[in-house]
């Protein structure tokens, strides 16, 4: 450790004092103390350093600190060995008005360091651990290494990418070269709100020194509504849970270079998050009630149980066998001057990986090798990362059905499978294709009359003819407008449906598949989690064919212009029988008990019970509800909420992108 002691008098408020200082050879961080004494009131003071490095950005620190007479206070920073660093020490322009106290200050620095071989370490994705070598030059240190990767980032490739030149009345050089412009598109998911942050390597924290004019980046939901934008310096974002589309915006007269980029890679950086109940790490949520005795912070720690992703925590090993062995654990040495110390840290278990880590992603945190201070806020602390290797492959899929069943039946039900998926490939476009699809489905349904994977194959092809996903809007419109049918063909496709669904439930033995959602499965039993995802998928498969078939009575309804007592009986007991199977008023099926609502003149609680749907989807607003909310505040005769709501139309759901 080598001390320097420097000494300043601050007469006045607004003084700068400078000193230059030449770090040693192998100092890695400072730890310092400024003392201040001999004045009446409370003084502030602004602590600047900065080192310039060659081709890197300076490394600058910087502080804000307030004293009393006589007071002193304690700080670290990082710094490079064998570069000048500048020491910058200044009062407060308004610090001690009125006060003729001359300020004396005492700064002291000492240089502390370990040298380390690799300053950014990368594991690979192999079971092999990595090797690093740590000396200290200046005096004898601790060694006591710790590493976390509390980040991942997931690479995207673009989907579009489209290369134009710019106006040439304004974007065009002196020399006479024309500029063109390069959009990139990425779309990605979130399954959870997420804090999240693009990233291009190649181009990000470069400005003077980067041959790219302009980079500017743009996040926008399915509504073509922006939630950031962001150029050379990215900024974190919270996003709810949806799909989003990335924009890229690249400029240069060069359209080689543009070229070269068409397939940029982009990460999307997020941050992982501490374990569930970290002040009781040893307890499960159960436990954790009785810690909380409060149900409203329950449910917060049950949400971020589902929706986090836990950091993942590295072990440190003496030999190059100890993450296979478990043997060798190394948690500290005494570094002496001269004396280098090896040791390798190891890779994460597969099984802590976050979920959906997909391959290719890159898992990365901080490393530091002395102790004394946390992770986040050591002073020398360096950046080591993690590449997901590619998934673990199932040996034992298969291995049950090929024990329980012969080759005869197994072929019979690939051929059977290949089937479906050609059905489901069929496009149906043309009449020529609709001929085909419907010639095709109706010999599979003969040949497979009670298979409801099948029948639920038809039902989506049926919908997808008749763009039934938004057929409770065409509903809300002929309700609105009061249309009567002009056209029989207008009842054929909601009958079509109707009894597309009818074959998909009764193909279902309810009762059975009643009697085993009742049941708790053993789940490390291979069988019944096998039986657990069928059943799961034929509980889908009958809740969308009951869902659908709703929608088509209403639409059937409302093309009639008036109810009858058989079409209103069919909708109250296919609605009785999808109640018991999910939540009516969940985000997707919600929308048929306010149609009910709406049938029975209750139209206040439908457009309740539609604005809790609203503010129960966490996903990014969807159009179709706001528009049945149009509806339905038209209906009620408050035209001056309609006219509120249809400003708010405009914000919530524009109608393009706005320009960069």
């Known amino acids: 450790m080598l001390l320097i002691a420097l000494a300043a008098n601050h007469g006045k408020s607004g003084q700068i004092e400078r000193r230059f200082i030449e770090v040693p050879f192998g100092a890695t961080w400072v730890e310092a103390t400024m003392r201040t004494y001999g004045f ?11 080192q310039l490095s060659p081709l890197q950005r300076p490394i600058k620190w910087e502080s804000v600190a307030t004293f009393s007479s006589p007071s002193s206070k304690n700080f670290a920073f990082r710094v490079e060995g064998g570069q000048t660093m500048e020491l910058a020490i200044a009062q407060f322009w308004s610090s001690g008005i009125g ?40 005096s004898t240190e601790k060694l006591v290494p710790s590493a976390v990767l509390n980040k991942i ?25 024309q500029i063109l412009a390069l959009t990139l598109t990425y779309k990605f998911k979130l399954e959870d709100d997420a804090e999240l942050k693009p990233q291009i390597p190649l181009l990000n924290n470069r400005i003077y020194d980067n041959k790219f004019e302009s980079q500017f980046y743009m996040i926008s939901d399915v509504n073509k509504r922006v939630h950031a934008k962001g150029d050379v310096y990215p900024d974190s974002s919270k996003l709810p849970k949806g799909e989003y589309t990335v924009q890229l915006y690249l400029r240069h007269d060069n359209v080689q270079y543009l070229e070269k980029m068409k397939q940029l890679v982009l990460f999307i950086e997020r941050k992982l998050e501490e374990k ?8 499960h949520v159960q436990d954790y009630m009785f810690k909380v005795m409060r149900f409203d912070l329950l449910l917060k720690v049950l949400v971020f149980a589902r929706s986090s992703q836990d950091i993942v925590r590295l072990n440190f090993y003496s030999q190059p066998d100890g993450p296979l062995t478990g043997d060798g654990s190394f948690n500290s040495s005494d570094l002496v001057p001269g004396v280098k110390e090896a040791f390798y840290v190891g890779p994460p278990a597969k099984d802590k990986l976050p979920k959906n880590s997909r391959e290719g992603s890159v898992l990365f945190g901080p490393i530091s090798y002395e102790g004394g201070k946390s992770l986040q806020k050591n002073p020398a602390s360096y950046q080591i990362s993690y590449i997901v290797p590619p998934i673990k492959l199932d040996e034992d899929k ?6 329980a069943k012969s080759v005869s039946e197994r072929l019979e039900e690939e051929v059977r499978d290949a089937k479906i998926k050609i059905l489901a490939s069929l ?35 049926v919908l997808s003819r008749s763009n039934i996903e938004d057929k409770f809007h065409h ?27 009818d074959e998909v439930v009764a193909s279902i033995d309810r009762d059975e598949l009643a009697r085993y959602c009742a049941l708790r499965s053993d789940p490390e039993d291979e069988a019944t989690e096998k039986l657990k995802k069928k059943m799961e998928t034929t509980r889908d498969q009958l809740t969308e064919a009951l869902y659908q078939k709703g929608l088509a009575l209403a639409e059937l309804e409302a093309l009639k212009g008036e109810s009858t007592a058989d079409k209103v009986d069919m909708f109250e007991e296919n609605f009785k029988e999808l109640k018991k199977w999910v939540d009516l008023k969940s985000s997707k099926y919600g929308i048929l008990s306010v149609f009910r609502e709406r049938h029975h003149g209750r139209l206040g609680t439908a457009l309740k019970v539609l604005n809790d749907m609203i503010q129960d989807d966490g996903s990014p607003p969807k159009k179709k509800f706001y528009e049945l909310k149009l509806s339905l505040l038209d209906q009620i005769g408050w035209s001056h909420l309609v006219v509120y709501e249809k400003q708010w139309m405009q914000v919530r759901f524009p109608s393009s992108l706005p320009l960069f």
């Open 427 to 461: 496009n149906q476009g043309t009449d020529e294709e609709r001929a085909e699809w419907k010639k095709l489905s109706q010999s599979l349904k003969s040949e497979y009359p009670k298979y409801t994977p099948l029948l639920a194959k038809i039902l989506e092809g």
């Open 153 to 177: 980032r997931v690479p995207y490739r673009p989907i579009d990418c489209k290369l134009h030149a710019l106006s040439a009345d304004r974007d065009k050089l002196p020399s006479g070269k």
């Open 475 to 501: 509903f809300t419109e002929s309700l609105r407008r009061h249309r009567s049918p002009a056209k029989v063909c207008q009842f054929q496709m909601p009958t079509k449906i109707i009894s597309a669904s």
């Open 99 to 138: 006060s003729h106290e001359t300020t004396i200050v005492d700064f002291e620095i000492a240089f502390r360091g370990i040298n380390i071989s690799k300053e950014e370490v990368v594991l690979d994705g192999s079971e092999a651990p990595v090797r690093i070598d740590a000396e200290a030059l200046l």
């Open 398 to 403: 298969g291995k049950s059905s090929s024990d």
């Open 40 to 50: 009446d009131t409370a003084r502030r003071f602004f602590i600047d350093t900065v």
């Open 276 to 283: 569930l109940c970290s002040c009781y790490p040893s307890l």
